[in-house]
């Protein structure tokens, strides 16, 4: 699908750019990866024994993926409140830089920092991967309006996923339930190694899958977080390494 | 509609340690962004240990899998992760030729097992 021309008079309108940012939901692949991750979440929630209702308003209030797998499977195994929310909060720091990054793109002098809110509120990877795609093809001043309906479209098939999952894991037999749970280890797995663009990332992500069950013998209640930490600051160190190398 | 909502504790608990440590991050992104550069030292830091964590993560639903997916030998779930790597790699980082492969062996090496 083709965006109109920057100066068609479609873009005269917020509410067709709207429109046109929630119809190009459906020229991303990476709204098929978004689905399938979904779906496992979805599958991953009822079997975690979580209600429809709560899957659902995690998908919409905290709208960021690895956050919700990391709170259904923390609260799912039995860790303290603290203990998950310490998680999610390491695991969301990432969007702090996505909304830093994307934010300016639909900024104008006229733009009030309230204006920002619902856009900064749907910037996770796949918005911030698709800005950077679509929004050199949208006028500035119809930016926001584009990304609310983009946005708000990938929420939308989002919600239909989880429900789709979660009815599924309820429903099907034990092999395909087996199989949906399947797709959110294996999405997130070839979404995070696509991303890599670092050293640091590529060996956090290996250290951080070897690491896990060494950590579990620890039997802390915090294994993933002392993963992660000892796999990512390792991870950084041979960053930092490599770097004094070349210099 | 009770088992729709569930129960209302756990609702709180999703605001607690899932939507406020969520936000927080983004809110500062909206309140102070502009002042800090993509590629700073501690960024890298915090995105390994951020991927790291998923890692981890994905390591915990594969070693200790949840419901359904437990009926499925341990030996066979690392296969189809380790096959739909490979797939991922050779299809020069496709997602959809990992996760296909991946879901192909786990259903077919669980049928063919019955």
Known sequence: ?247 | MSTFIGDWHALVVLFVAGVIPNQIWRMLGLWFGGGLDEGSELLVWVRAVATAILAGVIAQIVVQPPGALASVPALLRYGAVAAGFAAFMLSRRSIFAGVAVGEVILVGGQWWLG
């Open chain 1, 1 to 247: 699908m083709a965006l109109p021309p920057l100066d068609s008079p479609q873009w005269h309108s917020s509410f067709r750019a709207f429109f046109w940012g929630v119809r190009s939901v459906g020229s991303t692949i990476l709204a098929l990866v978004l689905f399938a991750t979904y779906l496992g979440i979805g599958a991953l929630a009822h079997d975690t024994h979580f209600s429809l209702a709560w899957t659902l308003a995690s998908t919409v209030f905290v709208w960021a993926g690895p956050a919700q797998i990391i709170l259904v499977s923390t609260l799912g195994s039995g860790a303290t409140i603290l203990q998950s929310a310490i998680a999610v909060s390491v695991s969301a720091i990432r969007l702090f830089p996505m909304v830093v990054s994307v934010l300016p793109m639909m900024r104008t002098p006229k733009t009030k920092r309230r204006h920002l809110i619902l856009a900064a509120h749907l910037t996770a990877v796949t918005l911030w991967v698709e800005c950077h795609r679509f929004l050199p093809q949208v006028p500035r001043e119809r930016r926001i309006a584009f990304i609310h309906g983009l946005g708000c479209g990938l929420v939308f098939l989002s919600v239909v996923a989880n429900t789709i999952g979660y009815l599924l894991a309820a429903n099907l037999s034990q092999l395909f339930a087996a199989a949906i749970l399947m797709l959110t280890p294996l999405t997130f797995l070839f979404s995070t190694a696509r991303n890599c663009r670092e050293l640091a990332d590529g060996i956090a992500l290996a250290l951080g899958l070897a690491l896990y069950p060494l950590a579990t013998l620890l039997n802390s209640g915090l294994d993933i977080l002392v993963s992660g930490v000892v796999a990512g600051t390792i991870a950084y160190g041979v960053h930092r390494a490599r770097a004094k190398a070349i210099a």
